[in-house]
Structure formats: C-alpha cells, structure tokens
C-alpha cells in the first residue's frame, strides 16, 4: 500500500487566488512528521513546512499552511494568494520514527501551473 | 556554503562507464540521504548514512550502486558499468540527525545523469 498519495496529478490555478493540494498517508506510527516540498524546474527540493504528529495546531509559514486532520491522516497544503513563481511540482512526504533513519518517504507529487 | 552541495550538476556518460556523485552537507548534519528522481517521478530513497555507517542500503537497486561517506561529511555515489535506466537526478539531502522526525531533511540542487 502507498504510504503516501497525492490523488491530484496536475492542477491550474488563478494567479492571487487560493489553492489546496490533497494528501493522505499511512502509518501505524504515534509519531511522525509530514513535510510539504516544492520542486520548480531547476530541480532543487525546497522545504515548505513541517507538521509533526502531536502539533495541536496547523502549521503555517507565510502563505502556506497544513490543514492537518490527524483521524483522517490528511495533511492538505493551501498555498494562499498564489503567484506566477509557485508555479511547480510539490510533494508530501513523511518521515516516520520506525523507519531507519527517519527517512522521508515521498507522494507522487502535484504539478501546479499558475495562470496570470 | 550553508546549503547542501552536490557535483557535477550535469553528467553525461557512455553506457558501461562508471560514474561518481558527490555530496557536502550542511555543517554539522550527521544524517545524510541520497535519493534518485526519474523524468517525471517522485523520489526512490536509495541509502542512509549516519555518521560514516550506512543503517539502511534498502533502496540502492542493484550491486552496481555503492556509497560511502568519510568523516561523518562528504558522501559519494558510484554506479559501476552504467546503464540507460540509470539516467535519473540524484539528490543528496543531510538532516541535523537521523532519530528525530521532527528535524527537517534539507536537499540539495541535484546531479543529473544522463546515460547515451
């Protein structure tokens, strides 16, 4: 079974508005940690934002936020006000404490295309 | 630099050929990990290193694939007698330490491989 999945390949969205990319994941772990990041075309991962298993509180950095609904093991990502330069691939991942090295473990991945 | 650094950033190679990737990480992060990305696909973890011992090798696909790290920072990848499937960007990432899964894994800008 995927660990993580992100159901929407590709996605466009209106520049200034906003936009939420889905992901659901799975773990028999109490603690672990879901991690957004985004990939423009130069290829460089870029962290977004973290959001650990007991945070009581949605996580949120600038214009994104996680909207974390832990029974449901959903940790959407809502880039608000979105711009030409969001325009790019963004993967979820997580990083469970079982897994050696707390290796990240990615999604598929959402291409988003940012329309002016 | 303050960010992780991999080179070459661009390699082309004749099928057979051996090639080597490298890896600095972020100072003082003893946690490193190298990915591989496919056109188009999410990230295939391949190895994890902690300090200069590899604890999982589970990902790296065939013998062919090898990797070390000296003095707890740089790391290098080989892959003996490449082949045309092996053409991928490999991604190094390094995490202050492999045992917390709140501590972000940061990557750097990729070496992509090309195999003619």
Redesign the interface.
């Known amino acids: 079974a995927q660990k993580i999945t992100q159901t929407q390949p590709g996605m466009f969205v209106q520049e200034k508005e906003a936009v939420t990319l889905d992901c659901t994941y799975d773990t028999s772990d109490q ?3 879901l ?1 957004w ?1 985004k990939q423009p075309s ?6 977004l934002i ?1 959001q ?2 007991y945070d009581e509180q949605n996580a949120t950095e600038g214009r994104y936020s996680l909207n974390f609904q832990k029974a449901r093991k959903s940790a959407n990502l809502v880039i608000s006000a979105s711009q030409l330069g969001d325009s790019a691939m963004y ?1 979820c ?1 997580m ?3 079982k897994a ?10 959402t291409r988003v295309l940012v329309k002016p | 630099g303050a960010g992780v650094s991999q080179s070459p950033s661009n390699k082309v190679t004749e099928k057979g050929k051996d090639v080597e990737l490298r890896c600095d990480p972020i100072s003082g992060h003893t946690a490193l990990y190298w990915y591989r990305q496919s056109l188009g696909q999410g990230l295939e973890f391949l190895i994890y290193f902690q300090g200069n011992s590899a604890p999982d090798k589970s990902g790296l696909p065939s013998d062919r694939f090898s990797a070390e790290r000296t003095g707890g920072s740089v790391s290098t990848l080989t892959i003996q007698r490449t082949q045309q499937e092996d053409s991928a960007v490999y991604l190094c990432a390094s995490s202050l330490t492999g045992v917390n899964s709140g501590n972000t894994i940061y990557f750097g800008e990729g070496s992509w491989l090309t195999v003619v």
């Open positions: 603690s672990y940690g991690f990041y130069s290829g460089e991962m870029i962290f973290y650990g298993s993967f991942a990083r469970e404490v050696a090295g707390n290796k990240l473990t990615f999604g598929g991945g």
